[in-house]
């Protein structure tokens, strides 16, 4: 019987590779068009940040939400179920997530950070990262059938939203980061078991959104 010490990450999984980038390419195909839909509202996200202020902090709350709900329900719930047994409370988590941000975008408690801010500029650039995400597919050669988009696959809906929470402050952000980032620590994890490269991106996600919340709360 092999030691403890000997196993690895992908001893631990209970799909294959294969498998995983089948059942991608499936959710894609029966999922159009609703990634324009989900990319749309990214780039809508990223608009709104370009342009801060108070009620646009709210609606780009409001548009998340909606991005959580989609990919919790859509990916989680009804096809990362049949294959991983951990997507159910997932999902459930997606499904608490939507509600802080709904609930945020309704109480204000969020708002733009100031110009300068170096975590706001890193947040932007997460932000813009989380629209190029769908394009990692075809460059690592996986083609563009697996190319997971804002809204639909958890990887970049939890990079938008980490980048998106980077470029606020208020109370509630601590809060509404640890969602995304156990999200992106999984999908690392996952990515890693599965030996895909592409593991660096939620992976400097986490280190990032994690180094922010670490650093507590932003100055006044």
Same mark, same amino acid.
């Given at each position: 019987?092999?030691?403890?010490?000997?196993?690895?990450?992908?001893?631990?999984?209970?799909?294959?590779?294969?498998?995983?980038?089948?059942?991608?390419? $499936?959710?894609?195909?029966?999922?159009? @068009?609703?990634?324009?839909? #989900?990319? =749309? /509202?990214?780039?809508?996200?990223? #608009?709104?940040?370009?342009?801060?202020?108070?009620?646009?902090?709210?609606?780009?709350?409001?548009?998340?939400?909606?991005?959580?709900?989609?990919?919790?329900?859509?990916?989680?719930?009804?096809?990362?179920? =049949?294959?991983?047994?951990?997507?159910?409370?997932?999902?459930?988590?997606?499904?608490?997530?939507?509600?802080?941000?709904? $609930?945020?975008?309704?109480?204000?408690?969020?708002? @733009?950070?100031?110009?300068?801010?170096?975590?706001?500029?890193?947040?932007?650039?997460?932000?813009?990262?989380?629209?190029?995400? @769908? /394009?990692?597919?075809?460059?690592?050669?996986?083609?563009?059938?697996?190319?997971?988009?804002?809204?639909?696959?958890?990887?970049?809906?939890?990079?938008?939203?980490?980048?998106?929470?980077?470029?606020?402050?208020?109370?509630?952000?601590?809060?509404?980061?640890?969602?995304?980032?156990?999200?992106?620590?999984?999908?690392?994890?996952?990515?890693?078991?599965?030996?895909?490269?592409?593991?660096?991106? @939620?992976?400097?996600?986490?280190?990032?959104?994690? =180094?922010?919340?670490?650093?507590?709360?932003? =100055?006044?």
């Amino acid at each position: 019987m092999p030691q403890w010490w000997t196993y690895t990450l992908g001893d631990f999984l209970m799909f294959s590779p294969r498998t995983y980038a089948r059942l991608i390419e $499936r959710y894609n195909a029966g999922a159009w @068009p609703w990634q324009l839909v #989900g990319w =749309a /509202a990214a780039a809508a996200v990223l #608009g709104l940040r370009l342009r801060p202020r108070w009620a646009g902090a709210a609606a780009a709350a409001l548009l998340l939400g909606g991005t959580w709900v989609g990919m919790g329900y859509g990916f989680f719930w009804e096809r990362y179920a =049949a294959i991983n047994f951990a997507a159910r409370p997932l999902a459930a988590v997606c499904a608490l997530e939507a509600v802080l941000l709904f $609930r945020a975008a309704r109480n204000g408690g969020l708002e @733009p950070a100031r110009t300068g801010d170096r975590r706001a500029g890193i947040g932007t650039l997460l932000l813009a990262a989380a629209l190029l995400y @769908p /394009a990692l597919a075809p460059l690592l050669g996986h083609g563009w059938r697996q190319a997971e988009i804002v809204g639909l696959m958890p990887d970049p809906t939890a990079i938008a939203t980490i980048g998106w929470l980077l470029t606020m402050r208020g109370r509630g952000r601590g809060v509404l980061l640890a969602a995304p980032l156990l999200l992106v620590a999984v999908g690392a994890l996952t990515l890693v078991a599965l030996r895909r490269p592409e593991a660096a991106a @939620p992976g400097l996600a986490l280190l990032l959104g994690g =180094a922010a919340l670490a650093r507590g709360k932003p =100055a006044k």
